[in-house]
């Protein structure tokens, strides 16, 4: 996998560029759950080859995911995200995560 750095990314966005991703992405996760029904969040799927490498748990870095979890993470990663940019706004050091998680 190619690994970019953060400000690469970003290079030449601008902030109505990031409103309007923003905006598409957070449509695109409520498209993709519309018609959802109680029986796909607590669906259990099969992948005997799930390995996440970047999970801080070692016990966890082989679990599938399910969507309650899907949803959680989302949740908890967009508030992470915006708090760190309020912070960075601010000229506030970056002192790791600044979120919690909710156990599924």
């Not at 190619?2 to 449509?27: N, Y």
């Not at 029986?39 to 799927?45: E, I, N, Q, W």
Request: proline fraction near 5%; charged fraction near 25%.
């Amino acid at each position: 996998m190619k690994k970019k750095p953060f400000a690469e990314l970003l290079d030449g966005l601008t902030k109505d560029d990031l409103r309007e991703l923003t905006i598409s992405m957070v449509d695109a996760k409520l498209a993709n759950l519309a018609g959802c029904i109680d029986a796909d969040v607590v669906f259990l799927p099969h992948a005997p080859n799930a390995h996440d490498e970047n999970d801080i748990d070692p016990g966890e870095a082989n679990l599938v995911w399910q969507l309650d979890r899907v949803i959680v993470h989302t949740t908890a990663t967009t508030e992470k995200t915006a708090f760190l940019a309020a912070e960075l706004a601010r000229s506030v050091a970056n002192h790791g995560r600044s979120r919690y998680e909710t156990p599924c």
